[in-house]
């Protein structure tokens, strides 16, 4: 039997060459691309990617989307309607059908998350990609998207973006991976078990904190922390919110690095529903992404201050009054109902105390920890649920 070989533009980086993927048995690849040219860090996107969207559509049975940068996810949603304020916070506020489509939905809260994160991101869609979806996608700076099939009309939105070099796949539904996987590293093959462990409800049922009250909106948030996790590289924490990943900290050394990176992102999240910042008074040219970025300047207060003499005109029509800290302090307080995953045990009480600040009530980690007792009385002093789910998700 002829193997199948799909070339690749590059590896890791342009000097890597030559580059491909193909089936090691000799089987056909499960995967075609209906459009461009895509990478070596493409496909380690799309195939991690597609591997979240179908476990969480399998999972909460609703379409679901996710926005992945380099090997990592920056969210993933379900395909939950979006209210008015959300509609204006990522970008969405304009399109009519938005709401008859569950997952143009899903997408719309995956890639307006963090939007700065998402730029030139690879998304993945768990059903068939709709003309609205397809719309959304278009007019949005990404380098790809993986789905189980598109509508024509939807393939021909994608086929026409980026010039026409817009990479577009389509993933087989019922391809199953074998249960043994392997890697090469350094000319030396690693073998393990793939990690097809199902993230369900049962995982929350070891509730050990004094508050037991665990509501459906939280379990489907932190079925939805879980999974986020699942692929994304360790060290990971996720915050979720209404349906999606909010805030995901990947990567990191340290779990309290984690927390404060995740922390950090569902703080701004909420916050680009401030009204003061739905109601930035920007030119009606500026493109998308120079409304990202002076958002993010106006929220984070970095050293372009977008609202100093002489920077303000290149965003507005008028000089915005500043977000002060005290504003911010303010509306972040009232925040509640945050759900909090980890990939692993929390060893200190830290990574509780950062949570608080930010809105958490509901948290799910392995436990298994020496200081356990420690994380768990700082949930009771915060009136947290937390459950230990005894499973480890790291990811590498």
Known sequence: MQMQTLELKYGNNPH????????????????????????????L??????QLVQELREATRMPCAASFKHVSPTSAAVGKPLSATLKKA??????????ASPLACAYARARGTDRLCSFGDFVALSDVCDVTTAKLIQREVSDGVIAPGYEPEALE????????????LEIDPDYQPAPIELKTVFGITFQQGRNDHK????????????????????????????ITLKYTQSNS?????????IGVGAGQQSRIHCTRLAGGKADTWFLRQHPAVLNLPFKADLRRADRDNAIDGYINQNEADVCADGIWQRYFTAQPEKLTAQMKQEYLAQIRGVSLTSDAFFPFSDNIKRAAASGVSYVAQPGGSIRDDAVIDECNRHKMVMVFNQLRLFHH
């Not at 075609?32 to 860090?41: D, E, F, L, S």
């Not at 996107?45 to 597609?50: I, P, R, T």
């Not at 369900?200 to 079925?223: G, H, M, R, Y």
């Open 199 to 226: 993230i369900t409800p049962a995982l929350f049922e070891n509730i050990v904190t004094e508050c037991k009250e665990l509501p459906s909106d939280a379990q489907l948030d932190l079925l939805v922390g879980l």
């Open 157 to 168: 939105i994608l086929q026409a973006k980026r010039g026409g070099n817009y990479t577009v």
């Open 45 to 50: 996107d799309a195939l991690n990617s597609w």
């Open 237 to 245: 924490v996720c915050f979720a919110y209404d349906g999606q990943a």
């Open 16 to 43: 890597q060459k030559p580059a491909s993927i193909f089936m090691a048995d000799g089987s056909e690849l499960p995967l075609t691309v209906k459009n461009g040219r895509p990478g070596y860090i493409n496909l």
């Open 90 to 99: 990522v970008f969405c506020d304009d399109v009519a059908q938005l709401d």
